[in-house]
């Protein structure tokens, strides 16, 4: 999912602009919806953890081309969402309708909700593009109902780590610091660099608290069942692996003091 497209120009014509995920939106929405870790492991994890949302009002933080946001509304959620990238918001107006609650919105800033809105809300892979979680959190809080829930999912920060130290490069991101590290993604002839953060477990989780979320899940899963049949070979290899870390969050009651 995506946070910002920021306009960095790159010296190859050929090569999207820093997080441009509009420049790439059809290929990424491609790749997303039919991969291992995005389609069979990521997106049933966070079906899972919503649970029963018949009825509920759900906002889809960084909802891309809205693949979550319209199977959470097969399952009964009255769904509204947002992105930063209209390329990727054209592709979710495709698949949920014209008269589908989407609005172009950041992240980063402040949303265009009224407070205590959402009985849930779900941030599917798009808090690790933020270097500063704070204001985020504050904003998915501040729109959340008291005692609703946050469901995140984020780049696992172990594996992160362990990717850095592959490459040779343990010396320049060490596990325990908050670093920005960016990434080549090549998806139908295109070419993007992605920016992306690493933070701590720790880090995290004091994030949270701090926004006035109650931890009460963290969870690594297992990927869904049918990848055994769709992708035999990796699955063969690896029949559970670290890729994404998952959080359930509860909004406490009262906002947390300032």
């Known amino acids: 999912m995506t946070s910002d497209d920021q306009q960095a120009p790159t010296g190859d014509a050929g090569r999207a602009a820093v997080n441009d995920?509009?420049?790439f939106a059809e290929a990424y929405t491609s790749e997303n919806e039919t991969n291992l870790v995005n389609a069979h492991y990521e997106r049933p994890a966070m079906l899972a953890l919503a649970g029963d949302v018949a009825g509920r009002r759900i906002l889809d933080a960084g909802c891309g081309a809205g693949a979550l946001s319209a199977a959470l509304r097969e399952r009964g959620a009255v769904m509204s969402g947002f992105d930063a990238s209209a390329g990727m918001l054209e592709l979710a107006r495709r698949r949920l309708g014209t008269e589908a609650d989407l609005k172009v919105a950041d992240l980063a800033g402040p949303l265009p909700y009224a407070d205590d809105t959402f009985d849930v809300v779900v941030a599917s892979l798009?808090?690790?593009?933020?270097?500063?979680?704070?204001?985020?959190?504050?904003?998915?809080?501040?729109?959340?109902?008291?005692?609703?829930?946050?469901?995140?999912?984020?780049?696992?920060?172990?594996?992160?780590?362990?990717?850095?130290?592959e490459a040779g490069r343990q010396a320049e991101y060490n596990y325990f610091d908050t670093t920005n590290w960016t990434e080549e993604w090549t998806m139908g002839g295109r070419t993007a660099l992605m920016s992306l953060w690493h933070r701590p477990l720790?880090?995290?989780?004091?994030?949270?608290?701090?926004?006035?979320?109650?931890?009460?899940?963290?969870?690594?899963?297992?990927?869904d069942p049918a990848a055994r049949e769709l992708f035999p070979e990796a699955i063969a290899a690896k029949p559970r692996f670290l890729c994404f870390l998952f959080f359930v969050l509860h909004a406490e009651q009262g906002l947390p003091a300032a």
């Open 21 to 23: 995920y509009t420049a």
């Open 202 to 223: 720790h880090a995290m989780t004091d994030a949270f608290i701090a926004a006035g979320f109650r931890i009460t899940v963290v969870s690594e899963p297992d990927p």
């Open 126 to 165: 798009v808090l690790h593009y933020l270097e500063d979680w704070g204001p985020p959190l504050a904003e998915l809080r501040r729109v959340l109902k008291p005692g609703g829930r946050l469901l995140v999912s984020v780049d696992h920060p172990f594996v992160i780590t362990l990717m850095h130290r």
